[in-house]
């Protein structure tokens, strides 16, 4: 393994490239198959493979076809004063898909899903453009996807009155003007998914 400021990396040949990649195409590909494309043993690979899994380079995970199943990806670039307490404050939240502290003006992309744009917008604005730490957010709306978008996400099974950040949707003005459809984690949720 090796490290690069002080990010542990891992070294991979030609071989574990060629099967992380081979993975990427085929999730479902069978070791005697590797074996095959990659020219070594069943066994060889297997080991490879569990090194892989061991060290976290392969994860599977499963998600579904954003685009597919009709739901709406923002990416949104925030510029804060605390990136990473904003960046906690969504671990728990149904809508958010990732985030990352970055380098530049803006130091933070956050990632959310919804069913309309209307809702993402009603997001950032209330829990991101309103936040005092917030200097700058500039939301994106994707419109289209090179690769076919898998994500995994936090599909909310039972409602509660409250939502994991703690609101009650009844008394947000984005959910009683319409502009918002609620959190699919709350009772109060008028969307579908």
């Given at each position: 393994m090796g490290q690069s400021g002080g990010i542990c990396s891992i070294d991979l040949d030609e071989k574990d490239r060629i099967i992380v990649s081979l993975f990427e195409?085929?999730?479902?590909?069978s070791q005697a198959e590797i074996a095959e494309?990659?020219?070594?043993?069943?066994?060889?690979v297997g080991a490879r493979i569990s090194k892989l899994k061991?060290?976290?380079v392969i994860s599977m995970v499963a998600g579904m076809s954003l685009m597919k199943v009709g739901l709406k990806l923002a990416k949104v670039d925030v510029t804060a004063k605390n990136s990473v307490e904003l960046l906690n404050k969504f671990k728990a939240c149904p809508y958010f898909l990732n985030g990352f502290v970055v380098s530049g003006r803006e130091n933070l992309c956050l990632f959310f899903v919804a069913e309309d744009a209307s809702t993402l917008?009603?997001?950032?604005?209330k829990h991101i453009r309103s936040d005092p730490s917030v200097v700058e957010a500039d939301l994106g709306i994707v419109?289209?996807?090179?690769?076919?978008?898998?994500?995994?996400?936090?599909?909310?099974?039972?409602?509660?009155?409250k939502t994991p950040c703690g609101l009650n949707c009844v008394e947000c003005g984005y959910y009683t003007s319409g502009r918002c459809l609620g959190c699919c984690a709350s009772k109060a949720y008028k969307g579908s998914f």
């Open positions: 195409k085929n999730p479902d590909i494309q990659v020219g070594l043993s069943q066994p060889t061991q060290s976290g917008d009603a997001i950032v604005d419109m289209s996807s090179v690769n076919e978008m898998i994500q995994p996400l936090r599909l909310s099974v039972e409602k509660g009155e």
